[in-house]
């Protein structure tokens, strides 16, 4: 066998694009003579399956894995739809979840280095790609398991585009099944729903500013609109987030309120009625960016008279426990890809050149 040094293996890689593992392999089986290993690696489709590379996969499929107190989730993207349903894709993507599970692997880096069928997943991968014809990535890897008092669960949406998951804490052990169940309620809510973060507490005070000056804006042309056509107008927001909402403002409009009611002549006995449902109107009327964007904020589709966090609370407070999120993960096939746009005739002329 010939002595092949690592000097060779970066020469060749840098030539081909190949997995490195798979340069040193075409490297020895060819006495270490550069043309025949970029020759041996073509042949092999290896350094052909490599060059893909550049093109955007922004198809593909999500694969979810509930096991008991485990759950894996990945994203595996391809460039056509077409070929996300191919059988060999399949394959594919099962025998990725499989070893995913199995191996539970922190993220697609780590993935890429383990062993499967006696290569590196990287080189397994890259066999697939040249086999199937298109370039093939798995872009996200989420591997979550549930501790003492946590249960987890998740759902996968009939199109296998779009996955969740959601571990929920607490302390009672006789609510777990039934917290399993809730589990997935919530992780259907969030694939339907879109929620971008868990709560208000991932917004930055920039990050606030910004959205609410789009979103007055966005109200305010809306209301334009619905005066022209004699509608009932929107509210226009001083809050969006309750990460806005201090103490300090709940108390000066509950006070407010109550000023109120003393100006109607209201019996001060009644306000516990009353300020209860105006402060929670209020909340909703000022946490707008809340309820697009996170979830526990967001209005529950299986009750959309409650949030998803007053949900937890009713649970709570129902089964005599400790009840919340500690973890939600969502992947969505393609989201934040920018997909290449090129007409056909522009194509061609790109592959004449």
């Known amino acids: 066998m010939s002595n092949v040094s690592?000097?060779?293996?970066?020469?060749?890689?840098?030539?081909?694009?190949?997995?490195?593992?798979?340069?040193k392999k075409a490297l020895v089986e060819c006495g270490a003579d550069l043309?025949?290993?970029?020759?041996?690696?073509?042949?092999?489709?290896?350094?052909?399956?490599?060059?893909?590379?550049?093109?955007?996969?922004?198809?593909?499929?999500?694969?979810?894995a509930i096991e008991g107190n485990n759950?894996?989730?990945l994203e595996i993207n391809s460039e056509t739809d077409f070929v996300a349903k191919n059988d060999h894709f399949?394959?594919?993507?099962?025998?990725?979840?499989?070893?995913?599970?199995?191996k539970q692997p922190k993220d697609a880096r780590e993935l890429y280095q383990l062993q499967i069928e006696g290569q590196a997943y990287e080189s397994y991968l890259h066999a697939a790609v040249a086999k199937i014809?298109?370039?093939?990535?798995?872009?996200?890897?989420?591997?979550?398991q549930a501790g003492a008092n946590e249960v987890l669960n998740g759902y996968l949406h009939a199109n296998h585009r779009v996955g969740a998951i959601i571990k929920i804490a607490h302390?009672?052990?006789?609510?777990?099944?039934?917290?399993?169940?809730?589990?997935?309620?919530?992780?259907?809510?969030?694939?339907?729903?879109k929620p971008v973060v868990l709560d208000y507490k991932a917004f930055s005070p920039d990050f606030i500013a910004k959205e609410k000056l789009a979103l007055v804006a966005e109200l305010e042309k809306e209301n334009e609109e619905a005066k022209r056509l004699g509608k009932p107008l929107k509210h226009i927001p001083t809050y969006v987030s309750k990460a806005e909402l201090t103490a300090d403002i709940?108390?000066?409009?509950?006070?407010?309120?109550?000023?109120?009611?003393?100006?109607?002549?209201?019996?001060?006995?009644?306000?516990?009625?009353?300020?209860?449902?105006?402060?929670?109107?209020?909340?909703?009327?000022?946490?707008?960016?809340?309820?697009?964007l996170t979830l526990l904020g967001q209005f529950f589709v299986m009750d959309d008279k409650?949030?998803?966090?007053?949900?937890?609370?009713?649970?709570?407070?129902?089964?005599?426990?400790q009840i919340h999120i500690v973890e939600y993960i969502r992947f969505e096939v393609g989201e934040g890809i920018e997909k290449k746009s090129e007409d056909f005739a522009a194509e061609v002329a790109a592959q004449m050149k």
Request: proline share 3%; charged share 30%; hydrophobic share 40%.
């Open 250 to 292: 709940l108390t000066q409009q509950e006070e407010a309120y109550k000023q109120e009611l003393r100006d109607q002549g209201k019996p001060e006995k009644i306000f516990d009625k009353i300020i209860p449902g105006k402060m929670e109107r209020f909340i909703a009327d000022n946490t707008l960016l809340d309820q697009r």
């Open 71 to 73: 759950a894996t989730m």
């Open 171 to 193: 302390n009672n052990p006789a609510n777990t099944d039934k917290l399993r169940e809730l589990a997935r309620h919530i992780a259907m809510h969030a694939a339907a729903m």
């Open 35 to 64: 043309d025949k290993a970029v020759a041996y690696l073509r042949e092999k489709g290896l350094s052909k399956a490599i060059k893909k590379a550049d093109r955007v996969a922004s198809e593909g499929v999500v694969a979810l």
């Open 6 to 23: 690592a000097a060779q293996v970066k020469q060749l890689r840098e030539m081909t694009d190949a997995p490195m593992m798979d340069c």
């Open 306 to 321: 409650k949030t998803i966090q007053q949900i937890l609370d009713e649970r709570s407070a129902q089964t005599n426990d």
């Open 90 to 102: 399949k394959a594919l993507v099962a025998k990725s979840l499989e070893l995913a599970k199995d």
């Open 133 to 144: 014809g298109e370039n093939i990535v798995v872009r996200r890897l989420a591997c979550v």
